[in-house]
């Protein structure tokens, strides 16, 4: 049985395709195309609009208009590539005409390029989370210690920078280390109010670069603050992102671990079945409940609001999903490889 609410939800996502149709017929330059995308594919676009209205909805109705989300994206998309090609030819056509060029000469092919595969990850998750109700933060990659280290519970002292501790650019100021620095500066923000927040990009570690590691990354944090958030909450929050995300459901181990910002911390492993391989577990992310001191920190009063968070690195959970073998495909910018995207 279709409720009113659901029915409304549908009306809402045939209005959006009526509304592209209607503006596509309009488009006249390579600029309209521009403001057509931005304006139905945008992080402030009529789409991502749509995703907020479903946050109050059930998994599964989230998880059908999903599907629906990403049909009519792509039909998009594909309108957008379709009228961008033919105003290109016909501008083409016209300074051949201008310039009197002979227009049967055989010219080289230039293929279209594409979002980059990391960056695809990254929208295919904020659409996940921005349906469950998440905001979006950006933060900086020139970070000071006192967001990246002090307010996240690691002080001077704490061995546990031993791990994090590179790229300074003065005594105060680094690249960041991970993207949990955007955490307190949230909370100082929001001053006291509930808060569902993720945020990516990139982030540097002194590490050596081979198959699995790199001392540049991606990754992708989030955060809920709110009163009697528990373990649960983070587990269900992660099964739905994770059966979302790879479209079946996940066999996930769940072992204790050990974060200075998180406590209990907890770490999430997924079973992987290569082809002709033994099956494994491979961690993916880590997470646990917000220590009471950022809390603290971030103006909140821990005896009252809870929080959970969790790490997600973007070419781990990309590499699991395309079955790239070696980290560094997405940095070679071997075309071999990007155009497969």
Known sequence: MITPKIQNLNNLLLEIEYKFKKKLEEVKTLDDVINLEIQFLGKKSLIKD???HLKNNSLIEKKNFGK??????QKIILALQTIKEKLKQKSYDEINFQKNINVGLPSFFLPCGSIHPLNQVIEQIEDIFLSLGYEIHDGLELEKELYNFDMMNMG??????AMQDSFYIDEQTLLRTHTSSVQVKSMLARKSQPLKVISSGKVFRRDNDDSNHSHQFMQLEGFV???NINLKDLKQHILFFLETFFNKKPEIRIRPSYFPFTEPSIEVDLLVTPKEKPSFYLEILGAGLIHPQVIVNGGYDPLKYQG????IGIERIAMLKYRIEDIRSFYNSDIRFLKQF
Not at 68 to 73: S, V
Not at 308 to 311: P, Q, S, V
Request: charge should be positive; glycine fraction near 4%.
């Open 50 to 52: 749509f995703l907020n």
């Open 68 to 73: 629906k989300i990403n049909l009519l994206k």
């Open 225 to 227: 603050i709110d009163k």
């Open 308 to 311: 959970f968070a969790f790490g």
């Open 156 to 161: 001077k002292e704490h061995p546990s920078r």
